[in-house]
């Protein structure tokens, strides 16, 4: 009996490892969508400082023109308090389909967001919004119910706070979306740093959006440009 406990036991768990699929981006599968990434709403966000965040968004929605992703832009109430859209988006995206909501919350129940992302004929789908336990996960909940595979670029989702944003981001993993901050959806999107867009459109974009990672990058040029071995460094080389 114990052995037959066991063999169970080892064979359960055998099957839930060959039962894991790594889920991964593919460019040419995938949309990008901003959501509601407007000035007013940006005032709300408390789980991220406002340069911070502001950048994010910047950042997402270049994500769309690094990688030449299908790109829709929605907002919800754009001509009262939530505010416009940054005009730095608006100017990465003059060409995409931009859906003005007046009174749904949830994007996908508009009918023009809907036929937008439909027409994409992509089953990938990156999101970031505000707020991100409404204008994001409402979304996102949706877009997994229609049979999409969907992103949420935690970087550019905010809310009031930190449990709010953890509580909406345990709703949608619970659901099936795969929550990735700005850096990881990047490279899940490059795939390889020999790859177009690659290092050479990568590492600029970097340099704009995430400061940290590019120092990286301006170090090891200005090493090899510049870089002179002073004593003892030699020997740890």
């Known amino acids: ?3 037959s406990v066991l063999s169970t036991a080892v064979l359960m768990g055998a099957a839930a490892v060959d039962a894991f699929t790594h889920l991964r981006l593919n460019k040419t599968d995938a949309a990008l969508i901003v959501v509601d990434h407007q000035l007013g709403l940006s005032t709300l966000v408390r789980d991220y400082g406002t340069v911070e965040f502001r950048q994010s968004i910047l950042a997402h929605a ?3 023109k690094l990688f030449g992703l299908p790109t829709i ?3 919800s109430a ?3 308090p939530n505010g416009a859209l940054p005009k730095e988006i608006i100017a990465m995206h003059p060409n995409a389909p931009f859906v003005h909501r007046q ?4 994007a996908w129940d508009n009918p023009d967001f809907r036929a937008a992302v439909q027409a994409t004929g992509k089953k990938q789908i990156i999101i970031g919004g505000i ?5 994001t996960s ?6 997994i119910e229609a049979g999409y595979q969907v992103w949420a670029n935690t970087d550019a989702s905010g809310t009031f706070n930190d449990k709010l944003a953890a509580d909406a981001n345990r709703r949608m993993e619970a659901a099936g979306v795969t929550l990735m901050g700005m850096f990881a959806i990047a490279m899940d999107l490059m795939r390889d740093w020999r790859n177009t867009p690659g290092a050479a459109e990568v590492l600029p974009f970097l340099d704009t959006y995430l400061v940290d990672y590019s120092l990286v990058a301006r170090n090891h040029g200005y090493a090899v440009d510049n870089g002179t071995i002073i004593p003892g460094e030699a020997q740890i080389l």
């Open 138 to 143: 409402f979304l996102a909940l949706s877009l």
């Open 73 to 75: 832009l929605t907002t």
């Open 78 to 80: 754009d001509t009262g």
């Open 62 to 64: 270049g994500l769309g």
């Open 1 to 3: 009996m114990k052995f």
């Open 103 to 106: 009174g749904e919350v949830n």
């Open 131 to 135: 707020v991100t336990e409404v204008c």
